[in-house]
Structures are given as C-alpha cells and as structure tokens.
C-alpha cells in the first residue's frame, strides 16, 4: 500500500505554542511525538524547530515506524530523530533512547486516533464502507481483534461496551442481533457484513441520517480493541507528568469521550496552567482542506 500525504492537523497553532514553549528550555532538549503515524507533524518540527529540540516519536502500529526510518533516514543518522514503537501508555523515561534520557522533556504532542492509511487499510477493518475481516487493531502484533471481541463477551457486556464507547442509544438490539446471529452462525467475518446487521437494528427511517448507522457501534469496539481511553489515561494521568515545569502538552482528540479526558486532566490547577480555554477547532480553510479536521479539538496545557 502507498501511504498517502498526511496533512498535519492544527499545525499552525501546535507549532506555535510549542516554539515559545521550548525557548524556556536552553540548550538540548527532548520533544515527544506520541502518535507519529505519516510523520507530518514530526516532518514540521523537523523543518520549523531548532536542531537542539530532539524529537522522539513513537507509535503502536510497527508499519509507520518502518516507513518513517526510510523517510527521515538522515534526521535518525544524526540523532535528531528517534522512532520508537511502543504504545505511548507504556512510555516510561527507561523506554527513552539512551542519548535523550537525560535531557529536560519540553513538549509531548498527541494527535489520537487513526490514520487515513489505517482507515483505508481493508487488512485491518477499521473501515465499514471497505470488505475486510473483522480485527480492528492498530498493533497487529497483539491483542483480541473485533471478532473475538464479539465472540468473548456476553450480550450484556457487549451492549455496554457498544453504549460507552460508541455512545449508541440502540446498543442493546445491536448486541443482541449480533449474538443470535453468533449463535445460528449467521455472524460473517467481514466488515460490511456487520455494518449491514448493525442497520437493522434501526427503524427504516433512522437507517440513513448524517453519518451511517453504524458509526457508533465501529468506533465503540475499534476503541475497545485498541483500549484507546485506557492508553490515553496513561498518558494523561502519567507519561506527560514527565514533562520538566514549563514543558507543554499538545492533544488533539476526535470524540467527546477522549475530549472530556484531556479537559478533566488539564483542570488540576496544581499542576497544569491550561493556556486553551476552550479547545482549538480547525478554521474554515483547514475544513476544506482536510475533512478529518472536522471532528478534531485541541488543548494545549503548560506544566507549571
Ligand atoms: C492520526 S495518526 C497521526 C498522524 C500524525 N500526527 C501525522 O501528522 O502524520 C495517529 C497515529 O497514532 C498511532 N496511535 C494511536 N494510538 C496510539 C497509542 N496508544 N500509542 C502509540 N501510537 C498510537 C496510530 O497507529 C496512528 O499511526
């Protein structure tokens, strides 16, 4: 597969607050790009940051770490670029490259979620509008995929899981349809083939609103596989507390479950100085541009 252009979201202001961030910070220092995917972000501190700012990006998924070896190979051959994968809720300093340890920690950027690459990836069926097997996960070297996440768990459990992730109202008939059709072995390892089941859990007429029926319900077990908000609660609740005082977090986010974390965690007045009041939201231009800015909300926080 060809990756295509990954236009960065909110660039402009992420840039921004990080380039008056890190001029508190003299000398060398360490920038984390949690979620690396095309490398468009880390492409522009590369270009825009000064050489001193050294920037360790990292992701779950060992395919954009691959490629981005190839694409900044000089940027890695003289140190200022280090890929790691990792699940950034894992990262600990241990985990930090020997020659970036010890150096002040000044701004950690997450853009959540996906990449358009993974979405469109048919492998991995993330997507209901491709045919693909159910699996779901962005680290395909562990972890349950959708399909034996559907199968493992009881009705009810699934219903929760459909409703709190993918805050679906029909979350119950959903669950229910999907296990009678596990138990008459109706239930089909494909992607568009559950998109289809999960339609008929509505009445006709709410079958084709704005966004498809089965948005929900896909969001909710990709979030569940992958444990999206268990990974962001690490990083919340402990990898960006490694930042040095002065030091700034960056997270884009793209539904409200992961956009009411970020908010509560900046909240404590101890330790954070919000400099977001209310979150960033991509401008006109940026719509036009880039259609998965349209959910996109950022929040910038300072370590006080
Ligand atoms: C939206 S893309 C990032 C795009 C990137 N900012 C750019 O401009 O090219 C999100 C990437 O983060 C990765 N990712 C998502 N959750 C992660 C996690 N918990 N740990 C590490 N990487 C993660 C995904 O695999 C994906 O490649």
Do not use: C
Not at 59 to 75: A, C, N
Not at 245 to 251: L, N, Q, V
């Amino acid at each position: 597969m060809n990756p295509s252009v990954h236009i960065p979201i909110m660039a402009e202001p992420i840039l921004a607050a990080f380039k008056e961030g890190l001029e508190k910070f003299s000398g060398n220092v360490v920038l984390i790009d949690a979620t690396f995917g095309g490398g468009g972000h880390t492409g522009i501190f590369l270009r825009d940051l000064p050489s001193r700012v050294k920037i360790l990006a990292l992701d779950q998924d060992e395919g954009p770490i691959l490629r981005g070896q190839t694409q900044f190979k000089d940027e890695i051959a003289s140190g200022r670029l280090h890929l790691k994968h990792i699940n950034f809720g894992d990262l600990t300093r241990d985990e930090f490259p020997e020659a970036l340890r010890n150096l002040p920690l000044g701004a950690i950027l997450a853009d959540l979620g996906f990449s358009s690459d993974q979405l469109e990836d048919p492998e991995r069926g993330i997507s209901f509008q491709r045919e693909g097997p159910l699996d779901m996960r962005l680290n395909r070297q562990k972890g349950a995929t959708a399909w034996d996440v559907v199968h493992e768990l009881s009705e009810r459990e699934l219903a929760d899981i459909i409703y709190k992730y993918g805050e679906e109202r029909m979350s119950r008939k959903i669950s229910m349809l999907i296990k009678s059709a596990i138990r008459s072995k109706t239930l089909e390892n494909s992607t568009t083939a559950l998109a289809s089941l999960v339609e008929r859990a509505f009445p006709p007429k709410l079958r084709h609103g704005r966004i498809h029926a089965a948005t929900r319900t896909f969001q909710a077990l990709r979030i569940f596989v992958n444990q999206e908000l268990g990974a962001l609660e690490n990083l919340l609740g402990s990898v960006i507390l490694n930042l040095d005082p002065g030091g700034r977090a960056a997270i884009l986010s793209f539904h409200s479950l992961e956009d009411r974390a970020v908010k509560l965690a900046f909240r404590e007045r101890e330790i954070w100085r919000a400099l977001t009041k209310k979150p960033i939201e991509a401008d006109e231009a940026e719509l036009e541009r880039n259609s998965r800015s349209r959910s996109a909300k950022l929040r910038i926080a300072e370590k006080l």
